[in-house]
């Protein structure tokens, strides 16, 4: 105990003495920490809008699209599923608003609320007569609003109302749920697309009826279902094991799919957390460098009251890994606080990025990093010592 007690006086007092050095090392530990935290914690961030559209919307956790209704019919009865929605109709179409014609995947729905897959209304209201509930990613992209005149498939329709789902990821990202099929992304300019396949399509919504007139003499509908599961976690289970030449989607595809922006910035943030870690253990070696006089002359003091060159290693180490501690416990403060101020939420979904939960793993993996700085930038000085 006596000479844990002297190895921490010393450190402290070092401390207190080299003020600069000490604050050098902890910027350059902070710098990796924070940033690896972010790296770690960014896509529970940005996921965070998309759980809150889920639980808003009575979101899926399964969905699945085929070209008749009676192959939906067996799925609603399935083992483990506990409520579904649907089969409602879907059929490809144009939406021409604000001078712009996009590709749509228009869906009927009932006017009535849903047990399962209930879009949020936040402006105007629910599929009605004549009306048209557009994806509010797709509206903001469209720069149109509650009241607005569209036309659908040649059809004039009014916005009655701008809606967000968790059966699908926001505009220009979307679960393709027609026949005709989908292709997301920018196209070549030399490239065409087969005829009647849809590019980055956005979804809206009408009433079975409106929907069945707008289709009237053209391709017939595909079918989707929304189901609830008892366990969500064994989603993808199901939709492998029940899916059958069906189109399916998982509420975990879809969370994906919503962050994904997140999750090429959380690749980067991972790289530059490796990289600054680095540069840490090599700047810190330089520091590290300079006191080699210093720690020599102290070996020779401390030999002189029975002190050893372990002491000393003791000491330098000890400095360091007080001054690491530190640095991880504020990064992973910094880290989490700053994570929600790098996401941008869609408008087509509900809330902001929240601050993430650090997990003990997280923690864990951090401060392992911060330590494995000091130990790393101090080992070879601490030997010679």
Known sequence: M???????????????????EAALLLLAILAATTTLTLGLVLRDAAGHPYETTRAATKGPDVVVSAGQAARLADLVTAPGVTGHSGPYPVVAGKLEASGRTSDVQVEGRDATAAAVDQPK????GWVGDGGVVIEA???DSLHVGVGDPVTLGGRSFKVAGIAVTAAMPPYPGSSCIVLAGCVNGAIPDDRALPAGLLHNPGLVWLTQADLRDLASGKSPPAYVVNLKLADPSQ??????????????????NILADATELARDSQILLLIGAWLLGLLAVASLSVLVGGRMADQHRRVGLLKAVGGTPGLVA??????????????????LTIGALTAPLLTESSAGLVGGAGTPALTWPTV?????????VAVVATAVPAVRG
């Open 235 to 252: 989603a993808q289970i199901f939709a492998d094991g029940n899916g059958g030449g069906m189109t399916t989607q998982t509420w975990e």
């Open 2 to 20: 006596g000479r844990i007690l002297l190895v921490t006086r010393l450190a402290l007092r070092d401390l207190r003495r080299r003020r600069t």
């Open 314 to 331: 003791a000491v330098l180490l000890a400095e360091y890994l007080l001054v690491a501690v530190v640095a991880a416990a504020a990064g």
């Open 364 to 372: 864990a993996l951090v401060t392992g990093v911060a330590l494995g």
């Open 137 to 139: 990613a797709f509206a």
């Open 121 to 124: 209304v936040t402006r105007g």
